[in-house]
């Protein structure tokens, strides 16, 4: 099988963290966007799609490429790593799995674990989350990936 992950992680690395893990699971390889080729991109028998929440939303930059992606059938899973709890009723991944499941991918899956997160009022007492994702985190993410795998 044939997995690429592509992923931004723009503040401390937990996103990059977790792909990482997923990508010795999956013996994929792990890309930003502005990395990503189409061409191996299409020819994956997997792709996943990751990034930090910021505001309660997936990064700008994962969200747009998947957007613009072209429409194609696929599998493909989501990932986020957030400071805070995701919310039931407004799951982080939910826009991303939309936008793929629209494009034609078979969404297999969303993973999302708790990470090191210093946004503005977190800042004042030197962060939340200081030592995650931690080695449960990364365990539950190796386990997500061989299910992927199957």
Partial sequence: MKAVIVCVSVSHGNTRRVAGTMAEVLDAKVVSPEESDPAELAGADLVGFGSGVFHTRMHPALTGFVRGLPARPGRAFVFATSGLPEPPFAPFTRPPVRL?????????????????????????????NKRRPDGADLAAARAFAARLRG
Avoid: N, Q
């Fill in 100 to 128: 793929l499941e629209g494009k034609g991918y078979e969404v297999s899956g969303t993973f999302v674990c708790r990470a090191f997160d210093t946004w503005a009022p977190f800042r004042l007492v030197g962060g939340i």
